[in-house]
């Protein structure tokens, strides 16, 4: 069964450093998606992206966020000058635009120190 | 605004028993609600979801039922077994892109 799947699985950072989160969606979606989980707090929305574009984004996906897909396969999550509460899980996720339905990545754990 | 969130942060069940996690949302606009699973150390795995023109959805072992009048969304498990042990959200969309979550329901199953 096809999945998302998501490198590192865990990503320790300085203060201030960038990181870049990378996801493979499946592979026939069009619709990409990135949220962010504090640890014991609900899944919080970031970003969608489609058509090469963002569709929309929270008020969490601020400047120091951005998102691309470079290639045909990776879509990738920036964080430019990371900061200590970025810390968090972060999930990819792609969309089958016929049935709504998202599917999930495993996550990227990123620990800013 | 928009809010999706339940009402009770843990629920504990007997194996063999039956599960019901109860979820209410305030946007009178949402069409699409989800249920999802979440393991520890694992990214939210769907389960079921419903649209807005229906009350009630039956998968395999689960069976969501909404009632659009008070605005409630409830998931129900039968025969719990211990491999649903987990947390559990509802998420709502409205149309757009952006995928609402509530707060989690962690379901202990006791053997």
């Known amino acids: 069964e096809p999945e998302v799947t998501q490198t590192p699985s865990h990503q320790v950072t300085q203060m201030g450093q960038e990181v870049i989160l990378r996801c493979v969606p499946i592979?026939?979606?069009?619709?990409f998606y990135w949220y962010r989980q504090i640890l014991g707090q609900k899944v919080e929305f970031l970003v969608s992206?489609?058509?090469?574009?963002?569709?929309?984004k929270s008020e969490i996906f601020d400047d120091q966020f951005s998102v691309e897909r470079p290639d045909g396969s990776n879509f990738t999550l920036k964080i430019r000058s990371t900061k200590l509460e970025d810390s968090a899980m972060y999930f990819c996720?792609?969309?089958?635009?016929?049935?709504?339905?998202?599917?999930f990545g495993p996550g990227t754990r990123l620990t800013v120190l | 605004g928009e809010s999706v969130g339940l009402h009770l942060p843990t629920l504990s069940v007997q194996e063999g028993d039956n599960s019901i996690i109860n979820c209410a949302y305030s946007?009178?606009?949402?069409?699409?609600f989800i249920w999802y699973k979440q393991e520890s150390g694992k990214g939210p795995q769907f389960i079921i979801d419903?649209?807005?023109?229906?009350d009630k959805r039956q998968g395999q072992r689960v069976t969501v039922l909404l009632n659009k009048t008070v605005k409630h969304l409830s998931l129900q498990i039968a025969a719990t077994q211990p491999g649903d042990s987990a947390v559990y959200f509802c998420?709502?969309?409205?149309?757009?892109?952006?995928?609402?979550f509530g707060a989690g329901t962690r379901l202990f199953v006791k053997a």
């Open positions: 592979s026939n979606h069009l619709y």
């Open positions: 996720a792609s969309e089958d635009r016929t049935t709504d339905t998202q599917y």
């Open positions: 992206f489609y058509n090469n574009e963002i569709s929309e």
């Open positions: 946007n009178s606009a949402s069409d699409y």
């Open positions: 419903i649209r807005s023109n229906m």
């Open positions: 998420a709502e969309k409205s149309g757009g892109f952006k995928t609402i």
